[in-house]
């Protein structure tokens, strides 16, 4: 198994085992540990189930339904950028997610990935 590289996700966290065996294996290959989280258990994947609660309570519920699929993939590129590079978080002591990443890993190169 591969050494992770800093900054490189180490590991996959996966709801009810919604991966196949293939991708299983695929992503054990590649040096990532799989961890399978038991339905209905939020305590143990807490952060990914508040970002979900933010998404659906600041962006989703301001963004018209009927809106086109790319102008919506579009808005939320711009909703993501705000929410990761200027909006305080107070669980991060007011810093964004970008400057926390900045103070304690100095390490981690910070890439524009997205489509947009």
């Known amino acids: 198994m591969k050494e992770p ?3 490189i996700c180490s590991s996959l966290f996966l709801k009810n085992n919604s991966l196949s065996p293939a991708g299983a294996s695929r992503h054990k ?8 989280l038991p339905p209905h258990s ?5 952060r990914v189930e ?5 998404h659906l309570e600041e962006f989703y519920a301001v963004i018209p339904e009927s809106s ?3 102008k919506s993939n579009i808005a939320l590129y711009k909703w993501e950028r705000v929410y990761n590079q200027s909006r305080p978080h107070q669980a ?5 997610p970008a400057e926390n990443i900045g103070k304690y ?6 890439k524009k990935f997205h489509m947009y």
Not at 29 to 36: E, Q
Not at 42 to 46: A, C, E, H, S
Not at 92 to 96: F, K, R
Not at 105 to 110: C, K, T
């Open 92 to 96: 991060l002591d007011y810093l964004t």
């Open 29 to 36: 290959l590649r040096g990532l540990k799989l961890f399978v």
């Open 68 to 70: 086109h699929l790319e």
């Open 50 to 54: 508040r970002v979900h609660r933010t």
């Open 5 to 7: 590289q800093e900054g």
């Open 105 to 110: 890993h100095p390490g981690v190169i910070l």
């Open 42 to 46: 939020p305590k143990l994947n807490g």
